[in-house]
């Protein structure tokens, strides 16, 4: 019992931590699913029952974890947030339970259960992924051979040391030290991933920055310029609300560098000017001052600046990939606005660069930018 109770006040503090570092980093859930790993977790534990059962919910559970880890290689960046497939096991597992407690079932048929439900809810990920993949509107179209091996790698231990242990259960079955061996060795395998794959409001220190940013909005557009936009005099209400365009400008440029806002789809205008202590309408001004640009303009300027970087980077993949990657959905549109920024067409773009890569030039994205 009581390496239970550990199990669950570690899953439980875990849980209150990552959910108030998210809160606080104001970040988009989507891409940040696993943080809802730590409370499934002390749910498998609360719910009653043995420690070999508690032992194969956290088995089964991290068994499919492997397949979201798959899938999530698969989503564009800046996709909207959806339900996690480690949250459908979870209710798999407690409908299983469910149903084996109303028809009186237990013991070893029980437990051989949990096999194969982890057979059939692979089985249902790998039917789901085939059918879905032409309509599910966050799917990459193609994935790059390192990518499917780096994230293989990953996925690797919670899948091999889940059919592990839930072999084991059904074939010898597990003592009380053997399932709580294996409780705590999953839940430092999830530790190890959310090291690996941190999320991104994990990437924000309290005197970054952008957390400057997000907290004093304002405040931090004065306070930041070490060399100053512009010389706030404060004579005249122009002369105000020049530098206050500056200072828009100049926290917008440094939100979209350091968090890259732009690869998000479904980036708004009225978020990103909260972000930075502002509203739309001022923003909206400030872009059209000092840039001459409005707000779709300057994203999508900061799109194509992403696109070449990661094309020259790695001239390998296809550029389509990366241009849905930094949050283009349509090719035609992407076309238009990179001959817009360039003055290229995408096709012509590549092969001057590709040129240039093999005669070994030297190339800077800015460059080809107007």
Not at 69 to 86: C, H, S, Y
Not at 127 to 151: A, C, D, M, P
Not at 247 to 262: D, G, N, P, S, T
């Amino acid at each position: 019992m009581y390496f239970k109770l550990t199990f669950a006040a570690i899953c439980l503090c875990s849980s209150v931590y990552f959910f108030a570092r998210w809160w606080r980093g104001r970040s988009s859930f989507a891409g940040n699913e696993q943080v809802i790993v730590p409370i499934l977790l002390f749910l498998f534990v609360l719910v009653p029952g043995g420690p070999a059962v508690c032992a194969m919910r956290v088995a089964l559970h991290s068994s499919l974890f492997g397949a979201y880890i798959f899938w999530n290689t698969m989503l564009k960046k800046g996709r909207k947030a959806e339900v996690p497939l480690f949250v459908y096991t979870a209710a798999a597992i407690f409908l299983y339970e469910g149903v084996m407690w109303m028809c009186g079932i237990e013991g070893e048929l029980f437990m051989r259960g949990y096999l194969l439900l982890c057979a059939g809810l692979w089985s249902a990920f790998f039917i789901h992924s085939y059918f879905w993949r032409e309509k599910h509107q966050g799917l990459k179209n193609t994935i790059s051979i390192n990518k499917l091996v780096e994230q293989f790698a990953v996925l690797a231990p919670f899948v091999v040391l889940s059919g592990v242990s839930l072999t084991t259960s059904v074939l010898y079955g597990l003592s009380d030290a053997a399932a709580y061996i294996w409780m705590y060795i999953f839940m430092i395998l999830h530790a190890l991933h959310l090291f690996y794959d941190k999320p991104d409001f994990m990437e924000l220190r309290q005197n970054d920055e952008m957390t400057l940013v997000k907290r004093r909005g304002y405040a931090y557009g004065r306070a930041l310029q070490g060399g100053q936009l512009l010389e706030d005099d404060g004579n005249t209400a122009a002369e105000e609300g020049i530098v206050e365009d500056a200072r828009i400008i100049h926290a917008l440029m440094v939100l979209f560098e350091k968090e890259k806002l732009y690869m998000n789809v479904d980036i708004k205008i009225a978020n990103v000017a909260l972000m930075i202590g502002t509203n739309k309408t001022y923003l909206s001004r400030a872009l059209n001052a000092r840039l001459s640009k409005n707000f779709c303009q300057f994203v999508n300027y900061y799109r194509v600046r992403e696109v070449c970087a990661l094309f020259i980077e790695n001239p390998d993949v296809e550029m389509r990939e990366i241009a849905e990657q930094c949050g283009f959905n349509s090719s035609s549109n992407f076309s238009i606005v990179f001959k817009y920024n360039t003055g290229f067409t995408p096709g012509d773009w590549c092969r001057m660069v590709k040129m240039k890569l093999e005669n070994n030039e030297n190339i800077s994205v800015d460059d080809f930018l107007i």
